[in-house]
Nanobody, 123 residues
Framework: QVQLVESGGGLVQAGGSLRLSCAASGRTFTNFAMGWFRQAPGKERELVAAINWSSISTYYVDSVKGRFTISRDNAKNTVYLQMESLKPEDTAAYYC????????????????WGQGTQVTVSS
């Protein structure tokens, strides 16, 4: 088992920035690929960004490419999502998740989830 706790969400104006953090505990962090998902009301959950254990492989959904950056610090058992140039359509609950399989964009591999953190972008 791995436990995941997100932080860093909040309310921000369009064009602003936020950094989400996800602290992991339990099993060895470097066993896992890590992903950030989001779900807006009435919409399906989508994988926004993901990173493999060594940070060599990353994935971004097209709508966030060039604006969001995923990174991890294995020494701190933490994964981050730096979000820049935020748009109202980025408003959603953001979830951190862990996967034991690759490629990192394989969504059915994510079996461990955090409780989520809300990001609201005002226009």
């Amino acid at each position: 088992q791995v436990q995941l706790v997100e932080s860093g969400g909040g309310l921000v104006q369009a064009g602003g920035s936020l950094r989400l953090s996800c602290a992991a505990s339990g099993r060895t962090f470097t066993n896992f690929a890590m992903g950030w998902f989001r779900q807006a009301p009435g919409k399906e959950r989508e994988l926004v960004a993901a990173i493999n254990w060594s940070s060599i492989s990353t994935y971004y959904v097209d709508s966030v490419k060039g604006r969001f950056t995923i990174s991890r610090d294995n020494a701190k058992n933490t994964v981050y999502l730096q979000m820049e140039s935020l748009k109202p359509e980025d408003t959603a609950a953001y979830y951190c998740a862990a996967s034991l399989v690759e490629p990192v964009q394989r969504v059915d591999g994510y079996h461990y989830w955090g409780q989520g953190t809300q990001v609201t972008v005002s226009s």
